[in-house]
């Protein structure tokens, strides 16, 4: 009898797996998945999404009905737009955001829209973002509502994210489908968040190496903020390890806050320090030009010219015919 039930059991078990296993089948869907990103300086914009097709259909004010939706399912109460089709399409801001000019926490957010015929659409974040489209939507979750404009565009088949209007600091978000296209800024405190990452990045690993440093100094010229930090940050770099290509960046540094005479003095040392580095040669004879001692310029330009590697010729060349001139 004990056998009979142990055989049994297993035969449940076997078939309780085969149920499970048939439910959690993964088959192509209608409407495909996709994903779109893009990075706005050190912040990054994800969306995840489905991508219905129009097949012949009209899409605004009939596939997509203006203004809220009637709800057979979920709650029951009338729904937005999901934006897209199947689970909700989702937004993700790595660091606090302002859309169209209203500012939103860092996060991940439910999208959902309310068509409107002829005037401005309302674009909705919601904190549920985990809900299957917007059957469950309750307005209690919305973490964000702006308005938008929508515009004609070229026809596309099946709904598209993307982002356009790139700048260093913000993007504009868009979707499109049909014959129409709406969208919104995304705009970050660029400049406040890469500042921000690199301090967390020098208390990390990259603290103990003198390149670390080095290369914040030299994101700090090449941007042309935070000057006197890179110059501090290259100290550092120097402390750790001094070499030609630290004390070259903070040569450069130098020049950028007008410390002429402190910055040829150590571009000077550096040829005495380092003479078989073409590069100390050059860039003395750069700082010489750009403090108009053009002789003397022209001569530590040829100088790193007789000593640089051949692809450099051409340029300090053109360095010394542009000074002679």
Same mark, same amino acid.
């Given at each position: 009898?004990?056998?009979?039930?142990?055989v049994?059991?297993l035969?449940?078990?076997?078939?309780?797996?085969? +149920?499970?296993?048939?439910?959690?089948?993964?088959?192509?869907?209608?409407?495909?998945?996709?994903?779109?990103?893009?990075? +706005?300086?050190?912040s990054v914009?994800?969306?995840?999404? *489905?991508? =219905?097709? +129009?097949?012949?259909?009209?899409?605004?004010?009939?596939l997509?009905? &203006?203004?809220?939706?009637?709800?057979?399912?979920?709650?029951?109460?009338?729904? =937005?737009?999901?934006?897209?089709?199947?689970?909700?399409? +989702?937004?993700?801001?790595?660091h606090?955001?302002?859309?169209?000019?209203v500012?939103?926490?860092?996060?991940?957010?439910?999208?959902?829209?309310?068509?409107?015929?002829?005037?401005?659409?309302t674009?909705?974040?919601?904190?549920?973002?985990?809900?299957?489209?917007?059957? $469950?939507?309750?307005?209690?979750?919305?973490?964000?509502?702006? %308005?938008?404009?929508?515009?004609?565009?070229? $026809?596309?088949?099946?709904?598209? &994210?993307?982002?356009?209007?790139?700048?260093?600091?913000?993007?504009? /978000?868009y979707?499109?489908?049909?014959?129409?296209l709406i969208g919104? %800024?995304?705009?970050?405190?660029?400049?406040?968040?890469?500042?921000?990452?690199?301090?967390?990045?020098?208390?990390?690993?990259?603290?103990?190496?003198?390149?670390?440093?080095?290369?914040? /100094?030299?994101?700090c010229?090449?941007?042309?903020?935070?000057?006197?930090?890179?110059?501090?940050?290259?100290?550092?770099?120097?402390?750790l390890?001094?070499?030609?290509t630290n004390?070259?960046?903070?040569?450069?540094?130098?020049?950028?806050?007008?410390?002429?005479?402190?910055?040829?003095?150590?571009?000077?040392?550096?040829?005495?320090?380092?003479? /078989?580095?073409?590069?100390?040669?050059? *860039?003395?004879?750069?700082?010489? /030009?750009?403090?108009?001692?053009? *002789?003397?310029?022209?001569?530590?330009?040829?100088?790193?010219?007789?000593?640089?590697?051949?692809?450099?010729?051409?340029?300090?060349?053109?360095?010394?015919?542009?000074?002679?001139?």
């Amino acid at each position: 009898m004990k056998q009979l039930l142990s055989v049994l059991a297993l035969i449940i078990s076997l078939c309780s797996g085969y +149920v499970t296993t048939a439910q959690q089948l993964s088959l192509p869907r209608e409407s495909q998945s996709a994903m779109v990103s893009q990075t +706005v300086g050190s912040s990054v914009i994800t969306i995840n999404y *489905s991508r =219905p097709a +129009v097949k012949g259909r009209i899409i605004w004010g009939k596939l997509v009905p &203006y203004g809220f939706e009637e709800n057979a399912f979920g709650n029951g109460k009338p729904m =937005p737009w999901r934006a897209g089709a199947n689970e909700n399409t +989702v937004i993700t801001f790595s660091h606090d955001v302002k859309l169209n000019g209203v500012e939103l926490k860092a996060g991940s957010y439910g999208l959902h829209m309310i068509p409107a015929e002829n005037k401005e659409w309302t674009i909705i974040f919601s904190k549920d973002y985990k809900a299957w489209g917007s059957f $469950f939507y309750e307005k209690e979750n919305d973490a964000l509502r702006i %308005t938008a404009s929508p515009e004609k565009s070229n $026809f596309s088949e099946l709904l598209t &994210y993307g982002f356009d209007n790139i700048k260093a600091s913000s993007a504009r /978000a868009y979707l499109t489908w049909e014959n129409l296209l709406i969208g919104f %800024t995304c705009e970050f405190e660029a400049d406040k968040i890469t500042l921000e990452s690199i301090r967390t990045q020098l208390t990390g690993a990259g603290g103990f190496n003198w390149q670390s440093w080095n290369q914040a /100094a030299i994101y700090c010229l090449q941007s042309g903020k935070w000057l006197e930090l890179g110059e501090q940050w290259c100290n550092k770099s120097i402390a750790l390890n001094e070499n030609s290509t630290n004390r070259n960046t903070l040569g450069y540094l130098l020049m950028a806050q007008k410390k002429t005479d402190e910055a040829l003095k150590l571009f000077k040392e550096n040829t005495d320090r380092y003479p /078989a580095d073409w590069n100390v040669w050059d *860039s003395y004879g750069e700082a010489l /030009a750009t403090a108009g001692r053009k *002789s003397e310029a022209i001569d530590y330009y040829k100088k790193a010219l007789e000593i640089a590697p051949k692809g450099q010729a051409k340029r300090i060349e053109k360095a010394i015919k542009d000074i002679s001139n």
